[in-house]
């Protein structure tokens, strides 16, 4: 798919990184801005969850009160409803969304690439980040791809080219994170490696250590 002109979704003028945890329920992301945490995601899979949008309601009002970027994965139109930061949108979910909408309502998109067409369909949107995955095995998310791997990664950097933030996710961990982070890609968004940590802030801190430039 050829790159047409779109208007660009917002900057994130904090910068993303280095570290983005996404998390199953808002208690994490009120645990998560007080140890200093600046990017986080809401991602709920339920659309039945009985606390769903109360949850996404909080996650907002948190992100605000510690000043930070809270992004709802999935559900744009609560996202609209409520005035969030942003959203992070995957290719099915980019079938369905409103993007004029979320535009005009000012708020940043995240979009997940797990190919080069996609990738190239997710710069086409003049997003706030791209995120490219899954890099590693995971056992969070069905990946109807295999792992990409460092060094595609790598490539897909040079096709982004600095135009946009970059996140990596998928099977990142402390053991593999410096090899994720020499590829030069601005974030790496992790699942389990937080919410499984057994010390959550020696795990934020040990990241903290190998995420420097
Ligand atoms: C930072 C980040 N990258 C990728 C995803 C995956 O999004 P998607 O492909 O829409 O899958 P679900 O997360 O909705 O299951 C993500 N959420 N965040
Ligand atoms: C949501 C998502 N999208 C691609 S991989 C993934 C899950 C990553 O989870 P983990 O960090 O536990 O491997
Ligand atoms: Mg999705």
């Known amino acids: ?50 606390e769903l949008e109360a949850q996404i309601i909080d996650a907002i009002r948190l992100g605000r009160e510690h000043n930070a970027q809270v992004f709802i994965n999935d559900y744009w139109q609560l996202a609209l409803r409520h005035g969030a930061y942003g959203v992070h949108l995957g290719q099915e979910d980019l079938d369905i969304a409103d993007l004029d909408a979320l535009r005009q309502a000012n708020i940043r998109l995240g979009v997940s ?49 600095g135009r946009y933030p970059t996140v990596a996710i998928g099977g990142i961990d ?17 699942v389990r490696a937080v919410t499984a940590a057994a010390d959550l802030e020696q795990a934020l801190a040990a990241f903290a250590d190998k995420l420097v430039r």
């Open 1 to 50: 798919m050829s790159e047409v002109m779109q208007a660009s979704f917002p900057v994130m003028e904090g910068g993303i990184g280095p570290l983005y945890p996404v998390v199953d329920d808002v208690r994490w992301i009120a645990r998560l801005l007080p140890l200093g945490v600046k990017t986080v995601q809401l991602r709920i899979k339920d659309p039945a969850h009985p």
């Open 113 to 161: 690439t797990r190919t080069a067409a996609e990738l190239q369909r997710g710069l086409a949107l003049a997003p706030s980040y791209v995120a490219i995955g899954h890099i590693f095995p995971t056992p969070t998310k069905d990946m109807p791809t295999s792992p990409q791997g460092v060094a595609q990664l790598k490539a897909h950097l040079g096709t982004v080219a």
């Open 174 to 190: 402390l053991t593999n994170v410096a090899d994720v982070w020499q590829t030069g890609v601005s974030c790496v968004a992790v």
